[in-house]
């Protein structure tokens, strides 16, 4: 499937991804939870950063270039795990290959919709994402095949708390596979027909299997049975992440830190990583924007492991941004999904080349030849951006905040 036109914007992409989408195929890739303040803020947060430019000393190519728990990636970008990408016939698989061909790495989801052995097969670079699900025997489980299938890292999201009330309603997503289940929604199908068509093409309904949570006595895991396990799991906890850490011996990333005493504890886990994360505005809503958590964090790892970022990435300069505020890289959610629903493999590429231009771009506006020529001294982050937004803010300041502010 290709777009006609190039996407320009990842604003582009999501107006695509609306036109073509049912409605509740749509809003299930948007909407944040509860409110959706957290959603919004993510954005918004980036738009009261400044960037600081200088003219006569562009480079002429800008690097882009970097590395991840060892990983060369040509640019700070990597795909973040998003379930449920079953809206789209190849799925995790197109998503993988576009980012394969851009030189960046991509995650996959345990409620993907594609099973981790294509999805490794189709990117050397591809990072098995792990809700804690089940017994510590089903995860080793889970760990052994994504070892099999190649993955190159594992991602253990520790964000999700259940937030339920979304104010535009929740997605609907049947418990069964088949026509009955969804009969009531062909009607808003029928209004989208390229989209039902990219189905119909290859015989194949939007898929509500999640096959890397099967097991050997359950070969098929329905998207809500999976759900109804991970309630009745225990919440994970940091002895079961140490407990982990001696099962896996691959890069380890944590990914849903906010406060810095966490990012504190996955140094102590022994994690590569970590991901400055709220889920996109997805769990709980009323949370600081990731970018807002981020100095405090780099601060509390003191270089020890690499942080990332994501939530509310919506272009290069937000990436080179997080990156002058301490991120080695970026996770894009929303940005890639509403890509592939937008255009599939061909979208995706086409928004990883969007990011890569705008990337290059505020580089040569600041000035620095590379992503790694990068520092705090390239933004103006205003007065009080941090005041009601952060976690430790119990009346401390950390020395990041203090060296932040200066160029406020
Ligand atoms: C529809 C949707 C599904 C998601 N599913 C997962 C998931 O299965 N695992 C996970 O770790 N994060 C998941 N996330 C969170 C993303 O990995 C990422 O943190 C978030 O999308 C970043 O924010 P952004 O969408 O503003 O880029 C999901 C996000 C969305 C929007």
Redesign the pocket.
Known sequence: MATHRPLETVEDARRRAERRLPAQVYR??WAGSQAGVTLAE?VRAFSRIHVVTRVGDAPAEPRTATTVMGMDLSLPVLI?????QGIQPEAEVAVARAAAAAGTATSL???ASQPIEAVAAANDKTLF?L?WIGSRQDILGRLDRARRAGAAGL?V?LDWSFPDGRDWGSPYIPATPGWKPLAPYVPQALLHPSWLFGFLRQGKLPNLGVPNLTTESRPQVLFFEAYGDWMQTPPVTWEDLAWLRGQWDGPLMI?GILHPEDARRAVDVGAEAVVV?N????DMDGVIPSIAALPAVVDAVDAEIEVLL????RRGSDVVKAVAMGARAV?????H?WALAAGGETGVAQILEVFRRGIAQSLTAIGVSGVDALGPQHVIVPEHFYDAQDPAAAGTRTPAHRRQLRFG
Do not use: C, E, W, Y
Not at 80 to 84: E, N, R
Not at 310 to 313: L, M
Not at 331 to 335: K, N, V
């Open positions: 299930a890739l993510n973040a795990p998003v379930g449920a989801s345990s409620f994402q809700f991602i999201t990914k994360s889920h996109g505005g997805n994501d939530s509310g990435i996770m894009i959610g929303r940005a999904v």
